[in-house]
């Protein structure tokens, strides 16, 4: 979608619940038959972490799964219109405001559930925090273009490739209460390294570099993630910030994975690495 000009720009005039719907549905139909290895492979995943599933139910959610997909990429052409329409609601929207409003550099942790790039608009559009998302680009030149303007326009800024570990300390250390967007779920080397799900694995990739920084600069986590209800209409849910000043590395860990891991596996129909990693290798 994001690399075809005109798809892109149906998909911003039309409004944005038939946008969204749109996309879901060429997910399904046209995407799905595209890619089978990737539906293969997630559901064999689907199968390890959701093992009491039967056929139907376990192939109701890679459907879902699918129409997600395709909404979410969808949805990356009015990002403004979602934000400004009260498309989303806050699990305890008090309390998580007055997380946002606190003091301090902050890191918010999240994994590709729901709609993910929408997550990161809506934590830039309820606080004055100044924000830096970071991403991993498409091989794809254009998309990668394409995607890189999409975002920056509602991420505040987005950064990635060479010198993104200097631009992350910077924006980090010389910027007032600057929060720092990141997902843990990133593919490397053929493979997903987080959540854990019973895998003895260190802390490595964009979670070893959290924790880290978060050490450096005296930031605290908020692990986050947002779910899809119904259509274009997302919930956020939130875990209480967690202080490296007052945790060690394996206990930031083991509450950031069980609270992100649990959502993963309860919202399987919603998430994206469910198809690029392999627990067969477990």
Not at 13 to 26: D, K, V
Not at 78 to 97: K, S
Not at 159 to 177: M, Y
Not at 235 to 264: E, N, S, T, Y
Request: contains cysteine.
């Amino acid at each position: 979608m994001l690399s075809n000009p005109f798809l892109f720009t149906l998909l911003r005039i039309l409004p944005a619940s038939l946008a969204s719907w749109l996309g879901g549905w060429l997910s399904v139909n046209i995407a799905r038959r595209n890619m089978k290895l990737r539906d293969q492979r997630a559901r064999t995943n689907l199968a390890i972490l959701r093992p009491g599933l039967d056929k139907a139910a376990s192939e109701a959610i890679l459907t879902r799964r699918w129409f997600n997909l395709g909404r979410t990429m969808a949805e990356l052409t009015n990002i403004d219109r979602l934000i400004e329409n009260n498309h989303i609601t806050v699990e305890d929207a008090e309390g998580y405001q007055q997380v946002l409003d606190g003091p301090g550099p902050m890191i918010a942790l999240a994994v590709h559930l729901g709609n993910w790039d929408l997550l990161a608009a809506h934590i830039k559009a309820s606080t004055d925090r100044p924000g830096l998302g970071v991403y991993d680009p498409p091989q794809d030149p254009g998309q990668a273009a394409m995607l890189k303007r999409a975002r920056s326009s509602y991420m505040g800024e987005a950064i990635t490739g060479e010198g993104a570990a200097r631009g992350i300390l910077k924006h980090l250390t010389t910027k007032d209460r600057a929060t720092l967007y990141i997902l843990l779920d990133e593919r490397r080397d053929r493979q997903v390294w987080f959540p854990r799900f019973g895998r003895d694995l260190p802390p490595s990739g964009n979670l070893s570099v959290a924790l880290r920084l978060a050490r450096k600069v005296g930031a605290k986590f908020l692990p986050f993630y947002m779910i899809r209800t119904e259509g274009p209409n997302f919930r956020v849910h939130w875990h209480p910030p967690l202080d490296p000043a007052q945790l060690a590395d394996d206990q930031i860990m083991d509450q950031v994975d069980a609270f992100l891991g649990k959502a993963c596996i309860d919202h399987a129909d919603q998430w994206l690495a469910l198809h690029d990693m392999d627990l067969t290798l477990s």
